[in-house]
T-cell receptor, first 117, second 114 residues
């Protein structure tokens, strides 16, 4: 059962354009929503994250928009650059499994972004 | 510093070999994770350690054996693997406290089973 649906699967954007990647979740217990950026042959890097008590979070050119009622969140990359070409994963966590233990991330299927010149 | 290191970077092993993957972090994190990632797929959780104790085993075959010798180190012992186990193996760490969910990943070990 896929609990986090991500779209599109691939995206081509011109340099300077806006890249938008969408995710939807079903589990209302999720309370932490990170985005990861992964370059080929490398590990995922935490890009930006949001909790459901805010509707938007911005860090530089990256913005997360969050719609709790619709159970959707999205990543916007402003002024997209060729160096942003990578695979992006959204994820969600339902927080502490038990007190003092670790979180468990559920990943979306990934979006391969290509930024062209 | 949010660095998680993994060794080796690449590993080729036969189906009868025994090998180990190593992961290290010095961020003071008390939760550590092993993930498996196949090409063009998201990371798939294998094991979670919290305070050096195995917290989650996602029904991983016994040919994969995790070990957490101390709060900074995480090992994954491999034995009698199958070719379909070839993948990128990722280690991650996070704090094990409420509301501190950020997981930081290492660069991974590219494993090829021949």
């Amino acid at each position: 059962q896929q609990q986090v649906k991500q779209s599109p699967q691939s995206l081509i954007v011109q340099k300077g354009g806006i890249s938008i990647i969408n995710c939807a979740y079903e589990n209302t217990a999720f309370d932490y929503f990170p985005w990861y950026q992964q370059f080929p042959g490398k590990g995922p890097a935490l890009l930006i994250a949001i909790r459901p008590d805010v509707s938007e979070k911005k860090e530089g050119r990256f913005t997360i928009s969050f719609n709790k009622s619709a159970k959707q969140f999205s990543l916007h990359i402003m002024d997209s650059q060729p160096g942003d070409s990578a695979t992006y994963f959204c994820a969600a966590s339902e927080g502490r499994l038990t007190a003092g233990t670790a979180s468990k991330l559920t990943f979306g299927t990934g979006t391969r972004l290509q930024v062209t010149l | 510093d949010t660095e998680v290191t993994q060794t080796p970077k690449h590993l080729v092993m036969g189906m009868t070999n025994k090998k180990s993957l190593k992961c290290e972090q010095h961020m003071g994190h008390r939760a550590m994770y092993w993930y498996k990632q196949k090409a063009k797929k998201p990371p798939e959780l294998m094991f979670v350690y919290s305070y050096e104790k195995l917290s989650i085993n996602e029904s991983v075959p016994s040919r994969f054996s995790p070990e957490c010798p101390n709060s900074s180190l995480l090992n994954l012992h491999l034995h009698a693997l199958q070719p379909e186990d070839s993948a990128l193996y990722l280690c991650a760490s996070s704090q094990a406290r409420a509301l501190r969910y950020e997981q930081y990943f290492g660069p991974g070990t590219r494993l090829t089973v021949t």
